[in-house]
């Protein structure tokens, strides 16, 4: 689709010629800025980071990788850049002893995610973080790799504190995906699960201009320090349409019966439909085709599967519940192209390497903080404020403010 606005800002005579420019509902196809980070081509189910397809950095490279590519710009040339970057990150992975102390509170209060926002918060403060418009390039780097490196210690960490158990320190011998397993269980990491993990970790860094990473670049625009942009994107994170899905995902695989018929799928799949419901895990605002994430955790999937009989069975339940829904909703919504999204196999495979439902989402923050940061570094190079406006649709302006009455 051809955007409605040109990437570069309208000039002054456009908007007095034109008036103001009407976007459509939610912004789609609207072209806001421009990026180096990634990108996302709906129609061909294609997205890279920075040039390199996605799918391709999951299946060769580590996350550590990938997060340098992201801040930095490349991918490390060779070992020697490779051990620097992944020392600069492990060592930033610590809580602080400020947030150690109120996790007993925030674990109790609501969702990991609700802890891992204020968590977040009092990490910037603790750290001293000053806003961005204040601050020179290499101290916005230092907050936004501490930020992306401690927010898997403080999921890990709320989750233990919730279940009563005591957090468990983080690793500096594991690669990400082995230590989110680590710190979560407190055992040593199923190498096969840690590598499911960690791919699956790499594929959802960033994902063009959705929800959390835009909220982000908005508060970016600000000037504001990287730990409120952070916080602002986990907090749009939170809404199940964004990232809130895998484990409902899953919820709908355990509310099909496994060993009920076709019909039986059909009908449990149809009685949603009928109820208006949207079935989690399928559809997406950008892809028209196959979400490559999706084809990529499937894959996924389908290796962890062959572990065990009860792994696989839940796999082939998945495909099924994924083969009859698309039909059904081919039929429920004919061409829109209703496929599954990333979060449908997110939710297996997180299930599959042990990663508990409550944690998913949490683990997809772990992984997108990396992108928020480098969106919000590269934001924060660019000095105007994101700054839209809305068309007002209440009463009739001005209206005489009424006696309070008696
Ligand atoms: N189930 C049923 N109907 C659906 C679904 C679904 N999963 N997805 C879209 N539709 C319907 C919509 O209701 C819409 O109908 P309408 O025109 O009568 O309002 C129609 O299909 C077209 O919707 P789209 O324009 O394709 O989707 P939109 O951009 O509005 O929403 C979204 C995308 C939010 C992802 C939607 O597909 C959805 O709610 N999916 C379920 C939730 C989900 O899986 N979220 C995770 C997304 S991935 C991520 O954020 C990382």
Redesign the pocket.
Known sequence: MEPHVPPTEPTPTAIATDGPILAPR?L?GVVVTDTEVGDVRGDEGFYHYRGHSAVDLARSRGLEDVWALMVDGELPADEERRREFRHEVRARRSLPAAVRSVLPHLAGAGSTLDGLRTALSLVGQEEHMRPLLDTPEPRRRDDALRLAAVTPTIVAALHRTALGEPPVEPRGDLAPGADLLWMLTGEEPDPEAARALETYMVT?VD?GF??STFTARVVASTGADVAGCVVAAVAALSG???????S??LDLLDAIPADGSDDDVDDAIRS??ERG??????????Y?TD?PRSVLLREIAAELGRRSDEASAGVAHARRVESRAVAL?AA??PG???RT????YAGVVMDLCGVPRSMFTPV?ASSRAIGWTANVLEQARDPKIIRPSARYTGPAAPRPVPPLAG
């Open positions: 939610g789609a959802t994902h959705n929800a199940p349409l964004h990232g809130g899905a895998p409902r995902a949603r439909l419901e949207r079935l989690m895990g399928f559809g997406h605002a950008v028209r979400d909703l429920h919504r829109r192209e209703l999204n990333v979060e449908f997809f």
